[in-house]
């Protein structure tokens, strides 16, 4: 949809390691999350503020993920995101974790606007969508 990649630079820390200094699997869901959370905060939106004044949460609907190359203690990466798609409820995110030009992992990501109140999946705020629109 968008020729705009979005990139969040992000540091290795011990946290994120298991006992030999290698990323653990579920920390790269990690820095897809907080990705995909700063490209929207760059946007003009937040989160919180979709929650309170219009009761909007964001929930992964599918993911897919490969894992090409381990992440390790102290490398200094970035994540790259694309928006894919928008259809009425959903945005589909295609991110990439890189190391310099080498990519450690990539993830397919659907993600569904829903009411907080019910959890029923509602349109995307037609903002939201404009934003990722003006993109192009």
Do not use: W
């Not at 790269?28 to 009761?55: D, G, I, K, S």
């Not at 190359?69 to 295609?94: H, P």
């Amino acid at each position: 949809m968008s020729e705009k990649t979005f990139y969040l630079p992000v540091r290795v820390y011990y946290e994120d390691t298991d006992a030999g200094g290698v990323v653990y699997h579920a920390r790269y869901l990690h820095f897809f999350e907080r990705a995909r959370t700063e490209y929207l905060r760059a946007l003009n939106f937040t989160q919180q503020t979709l929650l309170q004044e219009q009761q909007l949460a964001f929930v992964v609907k599918s993911l897919a993920i490969d894992y090409c190359v381990a992440a390790k203690l102290d490398n200094l990466l970035t994540v790259e995101t694309d928006v894919i798609e928008i259809k009425g409820a959903t945005i589909l995110f295609e991110q990439r974790l890189m190391r310099d030009t080498v990519m450690l992992s990539k993830a397919t990501v659907k993600v569904a606007s829903v009411h907080l109140g019910n959890m029923k999946p509602v349109a995307l705020p037609k903002e939201v969508k404009a934003a990722f629109y003006n993109l192009k």
